[in-house]
């Protein structure tokens, strides 16, 4: 289900959020489907249980899980999930557009480059 790669750069949390995401958004976790609980997955993956708590936290908060008191955390429906990358992706697309026109590329290179783009 989650690996991890302990090469990685980013922090752990993050690569759990990230591998649920992916999950969620390709259907392969469906929506209201129940997520393992903090203590089964920590133990699994042989890390701290507040880390989980943490990615658990950052997903809900995303827009990709909602939790049960009591019950546990879920998978949010894909079209919550999808609205939610959607905004986070525009937002880091904002970012990059910024820094490459401050670096002096042109919007008819911007433009370009996003025909280029492969769906």
């Not at 259907?27 to 129940?34: L, N, P, Y």
């Not at 937002?91 to 490459?100: H, I, P, Q, T, Y």
Request: avoid cysteine; charged fraction near 30%; aromatic fraction near 6%.
């Amino acid at each position: 289900m989650i690996s991890l790669n302990y090469r990685d750069s980013r922090p752990i949390y993050e690569q759990i959020k990230d591998g649920f995401k992916k999950l969620i958004a390709t259907g392969a976790i469906g929506a209201d489907e129940k997520l393992p609980s903090v203590r089964a997955l920590a133990t699994q993956l042989s890390i701290n249980p507040n880390t989980i708590q943490r990615a658990y936290a950052e997903l809900e908060g995303e827009g990709y899980t909602y939790s049960v008191p009591g019950k546990g955390s879920f998978a949010a429906g894909r079209g919550e999930a999808d609205q939610a990358r959607r905004a986070e992706l525009a937002e880091k697309f904002r970012v990059l557009a910024g820094e490459l026109l401050s670096l002096g590329v042109s919007r008819e290179e911007l433009a370009a480059l996003l025909k280029e783009v492969k769906v």
